[in-house]
């Protein structure tokens, strides 16, 4: 963090009657979090906004300055500040930890509510559920990019381009019928099949081919790496399909 004898900045952001800058609002919390007296410049209009911009040679707000010099908007204020800047395109496991997490939570919260407990192996199979249904969830919001980005990889969606529309219902589907212990014989295979397809297309690409693709199990926009993550992802499918058969023919 850099060393300053008057720890004050000028920010100027857009206040608007229909625009309120986020980044503007960042800016001000992080300086102030830091110990900065900031001194509040808001821009009233778009001309005002564009006056300031055409004055100070800048293309977007909001802009700061600490000590007479322009530091720059949010992201140039975190790097002036030693703080880490998040690269957009950096491969990131963060979305399917989260989804994760949340899954054997959900199934927590579901044995206690049920079992009167948390205690059960029935944990491990909502979770897997609640996984596939959270997983499906993601892909359904963007289901064209989703698509897309599965063509790179999975080798039935190569032969058959219509079962990339597919996959995000089928998954989806099959997570709720297993939640709901409905539907056995058609969910239980469903995973089975679609889980088993995903495992040998990631191996195929990842291991096989030594390809570096992202995955798109949590969706079109994802920056997860192909690899591990989604080759869990189907082998929990493959486990879940197999032992709901085996519990229903049990």
Not at 36 to 57: I, T
Not at 81 to 109: N, Q
Not at 127 to 156: H, P, R, W
Not at 213 to 225: D, E, I, M, Q
């Amino acid at each position: 963090m850099p060393d300053t004898d008057t720890r004050s900045a000028d920010l100027y952001r857009m206040v608007m009657p229909k625009h309120l800058c986020p980044w503007g609002l960042k800016t001000k919390d992080l300086l102030e979090r830091e110990g900065y007296s900031v001194e509040d410049h808001p821009l009233r209009s778009k001309e005002e906004a564009e006056a300031f911009q055409v004055a100070h040679e800048v293309k977007t707000t909001p802009q700061t300055f600490i000590g007479g010099a322009r530091i720059g908007g949010y992201e140039d204020v975190r790097r002036f500040l030693g703080k880490p800047v998040r690269d957009p395109e950096a491969t990131s496991y963060r979305p399917v930890i989260a989804i994760f997490s949340v899954a054997f939570l959900m199934a927590l919260a579901l044995s206690w509510l049920v079992l009167g407990t948390v205690l059960s192996w029935r944990v491990i199979e909502w979770a897997i559920a609640c996984g596939m249904v959270l997983l499906g969830l993601q892909k359904l919001q963007d289901v064209e990019s989703f698509q897309t980005m599965f063509l790179n990889y999975d080798l039935l969606a190569q032969r058959h381009v219509r079962y990339g529309y597919i996959y995000p219902f089928a998954e989806t589907g099959a997570g709720l019928l297993m939640l709901a212990g409905v539907l056995t014989w058609l969910a239980a295979p469903g995973a089975l099949a679609i889980g088993a397809i995903g495992a040998v297309s990631v191996i195929k690409a990842v291991y096989l081919d030594k390809r570096e693709l992202k995955c798109a199990c949590v969706g079109g926009g994802s920056n997860v790496p192909l690899g591990f993550v989604s080759l869990t992802e189907n082998l929990a499918m493959v486990a879940m399909g197999l032992w709901m058969l085996i519990k229903l023919f049990a």
